[in-house]
Nanobody, 124 residues
Protein backbone atom coordinates (compact mmCIF):
# COMPACT_ATOMS: atom_id res chain seq x y z
CA UNK A 1 0.00 0.00 0.00
CA UNK A 2 1.05 3.54 -0.77
CA UNK A 3 -0.45 6.50 1.03
CA UNK A 4 -0.48 9.85 -0.76
CA UNK A 5 -1.20 13.23 0.78
CA UNK A 6 -1.48 16.36 -1.36
CA UNK A 7 -0.99 19.92 -0.17
CA UNK A 8 -0.50 23.37 -1.57
CA UNK A 9 -3.85 24.08 -3.16
CA UNK A 10 -5.73 27.32 -2.67
CA UNK A 11 -7.23 30.41 -4.26
CA UNK A 12 -5.09 32.41 -6.68
CA UNK A 13 -5.73 35.12 -9.25
CA UNK A 14 -5.35 34.45 -12.93
CA UNK A 15 -1.71 34.70 -13.93
CA UNK A 16 -0.53 33.60 -10.52
CA UNK A 17 1.39 30.54 -9.40
CA UNK A 18 0.99 27.65 -6.99
CA UNK A 19 3.10 24.65 -6.10
CA UNK A 20 1.40 21.43 -5.18
CA UNK A 21 3.18 18.77 -3.17
CA UNK A 22 2.36 15.10 -2.72
CA UNK A 23 4.02 13.18 0.09
CA UNK A 24 4.14 9.41 -0.25
CA UNK A 25 4.57 6.76 2.40
CA UNK A 26 4.32 3.02 2.73
CA UNK A 27 6.51 1.59 -0.01
CA UNK A 28 9.72 2.41 -1.85
CA UNK A 29 8.83 5.64 -3.60
CA UNK A 30 11.29 5.20 -6.46
CA UNK A 31 9.48 2.02 -7.54
CA UNK A 32 6.53 4.11 -8.67
CA UNK A 33 5.83 6.43 -11.54
CA UNK A 34 3.83 9.43 -10.36
CA UNK A 35 1.12 11.52 -11.94
CA UNK A 36 -1.06 14.52 -11.35
CA UNK A 37 -4.67 14.57 -12.49
CA UNK A 38 -7.50 17.03 -12.03
CA UNK A 39 -11.25 16.98 -11.95
CA UNK A 40 -13.49 20.00 -12.44
CA UNK A 41 -17.16 19.97 -11.37
CA UNK A 42 -19.27 17.96 -13.78
CA UNK A 43 -16.24 16.71 -15.71
CA UNK A 44 -14.25 13.51 -15.79
CA UNK A 45 -10.88 13.24 -14.14
CA UNK A 46 -8.17 14.18 -16.61
CA UNK A 47 -4.44 13.79 -16.96
CA UNK A 48 -2.25 16.80 -16.15
CA UNK A 49 1.34 15.60 -15.84
CA UNK A 50 3.38 12.52 -15.02
CA UNK A 51 6.97 11.59 -14.31
CA UNK A 52 8.94 8.35 -14.49
CA UNK A 53 10.61 6.82 -11.47
CA UNK A 54 13.88 8.66 -11.93
CA UNK A 55 12.39 12.08 -12.62
CA UNK A 56 14.26 12.32 -15.90
CA UNK A 57 11.25 11.81 -18.17
CA UNK A 58 8.01 13.72 -17.82
CA UNK A 59 4.79 14.11 -19.76
CA UNK A 60 2.23 16.91 -19.93
CA UNK A 61 -1.28 17.45 -21.16
CA UNK A 62 -1.43 19.98 -23.98
CA UNK A 63 -3.39 22.61 -21.99
CA UNK A 64 -0.64 22.86 -19.36
CA UNK A 65 2.50 22.51 -21.47
CA UNK A 66 4.85 25.39 -20.88
CA UNK A 67 3.00 26.47 -17.73
CA UNK A 68 3.23 23.46 -15.38
CA UNK A 69 6.30 21.51 -14.30
CA UNK A 70 6.28 18.16 -12.56
CA UNK A 71 9.26 17.03 -10.51
CA UNK A 72 10.08 14.51 -7.83
CA UNK A 73 12.52 14.13 -4.97
CA UNK A 74 12.98 10.43 -4.26
CA UNK A 75 14.98 11.18 -1.13
CA UNK A 76 11.97 13.04 0.28
CA UNK A 77 9.31 10.71 -1.15
CA UNK A 78 7.61 13.71 -2.68
CA UNK A 79 6.35 14.75 -6.09
CA UNK A 80 5.63 18.37 -6.98
CA UNK A 81 3.56 20.24 -9.51
CA UNK A 82 4.68 23.80 -10.10
CA UNK A 83 1.86 25.71 -11.76
CA UNK A 84 2.42 29.11 -13.35
CA UNK A 85 0.37 31.49 -15.51
CA UNK A 86 -2.74 29.97 -14.02
CA UNK A 87 -6.05 30.39 -15.81
CA UNK A 88 -9.63 30.12 -14.54
CA UNK A 89 -10.00 26.90 -16.55
CA UNK A 90 -7.31 25.33 -14.35
CA UNK A 91 -9.80 25.39 -11.47
CA UNK A 92 -10.30 21.82 -10.26
CA UNK A 93 -9.50 19.33 -7.54
CA UNK A 94 -5.97 18.11 -8.19
CA UNK A 95 -5.07 14.53 -7.39
CA UNK A 96 -1.71 12.86 -7.00
CA UNK A 97 -1.45 9.24 -8.12
CA UNK A 98 1.12 6.43 -8.02
CA UNK A 99 1.52 3.76 -10.63
CA UNK A 100 3.14 0.40 -9.79
CA UNK A 101 5.60 0.73 -12.64
CA UNK A 102 8.69 2.78 -13.33
CA UNK A 103 7.26 4.25 -16.52
CA UNK A 104 4.46 6.80 -16.25
CA UNK A 105 1.12 6.59 -17.98
CA UNK A 106 -1.37 9.23 -19.11
CA UNK A 107 -4.36 7.03 -18.25
CA UNK A 108 -6.35 7.35 -15.05
CA UNK A 109 -7.04 3.60 -15.05
CA UNK A 110 -3.36 2.70 -14.93
CA UNK A 111 -2.69 4.30 -11.55
CA UNK A 112 -3.03 2.20 -8.43
CA UNK A 113 -3.02 4.66 -5.56
CA UNK A 114 -4.63 8.06 -5.18
CA UNK A 115 -4.50 10.94 -2.76
CA UNK A 116 -7.55 12.71 -1.39
CA UNK A 117 -7.13 15.73 -3.66
CA UNK A 118 -6.48 19.41 -3.11
CA UNK A 119 -8.64 22.23 -4.43
CA UNK A 120 -7.17 24.80 -6.79
CA UNK A 121 -9.33 27.80 -7.61
CA UNK A 122 -8.22 30.45 -10.09
CA UNK A 123 -10.20 33.66 -10.11
CA UNK A 124 -10.47 35.89 -13.15
Amino acid sequence: QVQLVESGGGLVQAGGSLRLSCAASGRTFSNYAMGWFRQAPGKEREFVAAVNWSGRTSYYADPVKGRFTISRDNAKNTVYLQMSSLKPEDTAVYYCAARSAIVASLRVSEYDYWGQGTQVTVSS
